[in-house]
């Protein structure tokens, strides 16, 4: 018999794993799905199939992507965990058998030499493949109506070490643009895709110490670096969190030319600070302006004095001064704003419109992280707030465009929120031009989806 799960705020809540797996047809809907409306929404998010061995970190569980196919106004709803090489050997074995990010100490010696790639993180489409990303690993293919496992997908062999989940698509050019980073040297690399699926580029960069680098930005003239004092030194990797807070190394964000290489990266200095996710960022003249959700400590790896009650995420902006070499950070909210996301064909671009999910009065950190997404106008400095109202608890929002051809910012935000009352969730259609407005449609599953990490639209596909 399977063994329970600890009493851990990680693991309680929406936060517990959701153990099942399945399809809902026609699911029913609140207010009508705009016509528009014709893809799938991809999420992952981290879901443990066995009770850990140690102490559980929230980024350690399998992943799990849950499916929404809408279309001619209808949903439908599919979700199947990523068949990874960890999950199937659990599976074999009917337990946990690696350790988790608080404690790397604790591998069973049956798991010895498997790869621990749990493919949580995120999930996109590129090239014709669907692919469930984990930092530390390359990806899993998966079959986008099914969401079976095809397999680990190296790029015809191409890729070299690590993916970032955060890979960024070139809205000109089709380019996929990622990074990987890992503990032993290379301790980076800079890789190019095409649009049409092969790697045209690999490029080391070098760095003096490893760090946990979770997200980087890409302009349409530069790439941006983030190497924030979050270390993840060899000698780490046997006892504890693998992720070290080492504040006396500063901040350091690395600017390199597209068209030029690593030998021309320019590095700025600054605060220690740390930045799970940026928004966008662009080039002028010579300044790159870059948009963060910035905490001042690493938050989620235990630092002395951090709490996320007290260490929350603020959106700032960054502008980097390609000739003074000087960076100047200015708060853009005072507001808690994570998981930001843009009208994705301006990545990289001059952009208006941004969204993030926050926080109206306190959410308790045991129920949710949010139960808003804001809506940025920075050509105006101005906001807008949808609150999806008492006991319900918002995740990243994610911009679809009404169709090719409409203007920046002109579409839907699809939002995963979890109605605490019901103990399920709903996903929710806002309208990205009037985000305080009552929701376009409320989709209703009967069942709550966990709170995941990321996920994306893909136009045009459908599950089965
Ligand atoms: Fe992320």
Known sequence: MSRPFPDDPFLQGNYAPWPMEGEIHDLVVTGDIPAELNGTLYRNGSNPQFAPRG?????????????????AGKAHYRNRWVRTERFKLERRHGEALFAGLSDLSNTDE????VFPNAANTNIIFHAGRLLAL??????????????????VYDFNGKLQGAMTAHPKVDPETGELLFFGYGPFPP???????????????????????????????????HVI???????????????????????????????????????????????PCFVFHAMNAYTQGTTVSADVCQFRLLPLFQVDGEDLETNIPIFTRWSLDLTSHSITQAQRDDRLSEFPRLDERYTGLPYRKGYAAGQEG????????????IGYDHANGRSQTHAFGPNSYSSEPIFVPRSAQSAEGEG??????????????????????????????????????????????VEGLSIE
Do not use: C
């Open 55 to 71: 102490q559980y970190h929230w980024f350690d569980g399998d992943g799990m992507i849950h499916a929404f196919t809408l279309s």
């Open 110 to 113: 049956r798991a010895q030499g």
């Open 134 to 151: 984990w930092e530390g690993g390359p990806p899993y293919e998966l079959d986008p109506p099914t969401l079976d496992t095809i397999g």
């Open 187 to 221: 301790y980076l690399r800079y890789t190019v895709v095409s649009a049409d699926g092969d790697i045209t580029r690999n490029e080391e960069i070098p760095l003096p110490v490893p760090t946990m680098m979770h997200d980087f930005i890409a302009t349409r003239e």
């Open 225 to 271: 670096f983030m190497v924030f004092p979050a270390t993840l030194r060899p000698e780490n990797l046997t006892s504890g969190s693998p992720v070290r807070w080492e504040p006396e190394l500063g901040t350091r964000i690395g600017v390199m030319p597209r068209d030029g290489g690593s030998e021309d990266l320019v590095w700025f200095e600054t605060d």
């Open 362 to 373: 306190a959410v308790p950190p045991s129920e949710g992280l949010f139960n808003t997404v």
């Open 412 to 457: 839907f935000l699809l939002v995963g929120v979890y109605r605490k009352e019901e103990n399920r969730s709903d996903l929710v259609i806002l309208d990205a031009e009037n985000i305080a407005h009552e929701p376009l449609a409320t989709v209703h599953l009967p069942h709550r989806v966990p709170y995941g990490f990321h996920g994306n639209w």
